[in-house]
């Protein structure tokens, strides 16, 4: 890949569009709820479960309690400063997961992945933090090879929760940082300092932490050519191993917090591009690898590797090291994956504690894939791990999705041979539009409201 590549602005005028993400394929808008019930959810999950002991499964929780509203945040968030709320959540947690457990039939699971996600982990005090995951633990087997991982707000992670986590098996971090120029922090409602971070870092590697990524994001309201430079060199010189460098979601119609400030605000068309560019430039020049749509990596990070070796895997949690094809989410709003269904959570912390005290899974909706989805579902994760796709010779939708793909074909986006289809060098920066191509569910909608937030 050339390092000094930049998108050219027509591109960016002409894909510059309402896009998924692609954590699922089907995402989430178009979900058909027709044939899901809680009773094929959980048979989908007993017979993911056994045919795939030996991978282990991947568990994700939700912990949703910040003390303050980040007004540029799209997650499912409860802002309280009362601590109060810690030992009841994790209590309903656990009992969310005996429910699991009882779908396995008692057998131990493998666990191969832990991801603490929010909201903000580190709002739980770390004696709480034990209590979770210790209640986890209890009835699980942890593979060898296992990751444990979770976020961090810089300002309020310290060494006892580093500790305690990494005591308990975590070894990855994540820490949200998102701009370090005050006025931008200002404004997103999001303040942590250099010095705060890299006090952070300074603790985790002492104590082992062996793989620290940095979130940041380019289009925040206030944000300047400058203040972008000046965070990124600022970061490159803590070292993560990870970097993500995402697009700001401006999506005020779902999360009214981004009306805290108006689309004036935000750097848009060229000034957004240059941003981006700027910034993937800068990475790129400190030897990071671009490992797919928005992250980086150190060549000798997990993650690299596991692209380098073709075994990159994309999911609710994003880009992964390894695939498990059972995915548990607990939690409010946490989304579950069991490769032949999804389900997803309630998404309040009353009728979440409501429904688990009842001893109902607190699942509110789902989908169960045809054959359709789960090839279309395999295009899609081939496309944004490894960057090329074999088409299956099945005429009408090879044939479909091929005539979808040649504008972008014109465009030096991708290459199609035959029933090959491969991401080019400036398609990479474009891989939600490529996706697209393959969407059936999205080609076949007839909703006219805007769903996603737009692809640059």
Request: one cysteine or more.
């Given at each position: 890949m050339n390092r000094s590549e930049v998108i050219r602005a027509e591109l960016v005028r002409k894909y510059n569009v309402a896009a998924p993400r692609y954590t699922s394929y089907p995402t989430v808008p178009f979900w058909d709820q027709s044939t899901f019930?809680?009773?094929?959810?959980?048979?989908?999950?007993?017979?993911?479960?056994?045919?795939?002991?030996?991978?282990?499964?991947?568990?994700?929780?939700?912990?949703?309690?910040?003390?303050?509203?980040?007004?540029?945040?799209?997650?499912?968030?409860?802002?309280?400063?009362?601590?109060?709320?810690?030992?009841?959540?994790?209590?309903?947690?656990?009992?969310?997961?005996?429910?699991?457990?009882?779908?396995?039939?008692?057998?131990?699971?493998?666990?191969?992945?832990?991801?603490?996600?929010?909201?903000?982990?580190?709002?739980?005090?770390?004696e709480n933090l034990k209590v979770l995951i210790e209640g986890l633990l209890n009835h699980a087997d942890v593979a060898p090879d296992s990751s444990f991982s979770f976020e961090a707000h810089p300002a309020n992670t310290d060494i006892a929760h580093l500790q305690t986590l990494y005591d308990l098996g975590f070894r990855r971090l994540s820490l949200g940082i998102q701009d370090f120029d005050p006025l931008v922090q200002f404004v997103i409602n999001r303040h942590q300092t250099l010095e705060e971070v890299e006090a952070v870092m300074v603790n985790a590697r002492n104590i082992g932490f062996d793989s620290i990524n940095f979130d940041l994001i380019y289009g925040l309201p206030k944000q300047t050519l400058n203040s972008v430079e000046d965070t990124i060199l600022q970061s490159m010189k803590l070292s993560?191993?990870?970097?993500?460098?995402?697009?700001?979601?401006?999506?005020?119609?779902?999360?009214?917090?981004?009306?805290?400030?108006?689309?004036?605000?935000?750097?848009?068309?060229?000034?957004?591009?240059?941003?981006?560019?700027?910034?993937?430039?800068?990475?790129?020049?400190?030897?990071?690898?671009?490992?797919?749509?928005?992250?980086?990596?150190?060549?000798?990070?997990?993650?690299?590797?596991?692209?380098?070796?073709?075994?990159?895997?994309?999911?609710?949690?994003?880009?992964?090291?390894?695939?498990?094809?059972?995915?548990?989410?607990i939690g409010v709003s946490s989304i579950s994956d069991a490769w032949g269904a999804f389900a997803q959570n309630v998404k309040t912390v009353e009728e979440y504690h409501q429904l688990v005290e009842s001893r109902q899974?607190?699942?509110?909706?789902?989908?169960?894939?045809?054959?359709?989805?789960?090839?279309?579902?395999?295009?899609?994760?081939?496309?944004?791990?490894?960057?090329?796709?074999?088409?299956?010779?099945e005429a009408a939708l090879s044939e479909r999705i091929k005539a979808d793909l040649s504008q972008l074909a014109v465009d030096g986006l991708v290459v199609i041979d035959d029933h090959?289809?491969?991401?080019?060098?400036?398609?990479?920066?474009?891989?939600?539009?490529?996706?697209?191509?393959?969407?059936?569910?999205?080609?076949?909608?007839?909703?006219?409201?805007?769903?996603?937030?737009?692809?640059?």
């Open positions: 019930t809680a009773e094929a959810w959980r048979e989908q999950v007993y017979h993911t479960f056994q045919r795939s002991k030996e991978k282990g499964i991947s568990l994700y929780i939700h912990l949703p309690f910040c003390e303050s509203l980040c007004t540029y945040c799209g997650c499912n968030t409860r802002i309280t400063k009362n601590h109060q709320v810690e030992l009841p959540y994790i209590a309903s947690l656990l009992k969310e997961w005996e429910m699991y457990l009882a779908i396995f039939n008692g057998e131990r699971p493998l666990l191969s992945e832990i991801h603490l996600g929010g909201g903000t982990p580190t709002f739980f005090r770390p993560p191993d990870r970097i993500s460098f995402y697009s700001y979601a401006h999506v005020p119609w779902i999360k009214p917090g981004q009306r805290h400030y108006t689309e004036a605000d935000l750097p848009s068309g060229a000034a957004k591009l240059a941003l981006y560019n700027l910034g993937k430039k800068l990475i790129l020049e400190q030897g990071y690898e671009d490992i797919g749509m928005d992250h980086f990596a150190k060549k000798e990070d997990e993650l690299f590797l596991a692209f380098q070796q073709e075994r990159l895997h994309r999911n609710f949690m994003g880009y992964s090291d390894r695939f498990s094809p059972l995915l548990i989410g899974l607190p699942v509110v909706k789902g989908h169960m894939l045809n054959e359709q989805d789960l090839l279309v579902r395999r295009y899609i994760l081939d496309m944004m791990c490894k960057g090329r796709v074999q088409l299956q010779p090959h289809v491969q991401c080019t060098a400036t398609g990479r920066s474009f891989l939600r539009n490529i996706c697209m191509a393959f969407d059936q569910r999205l080609r076949n909608a007839q909703t006219q409201k805007q769903l996603f937030s737009q692809a640059i």
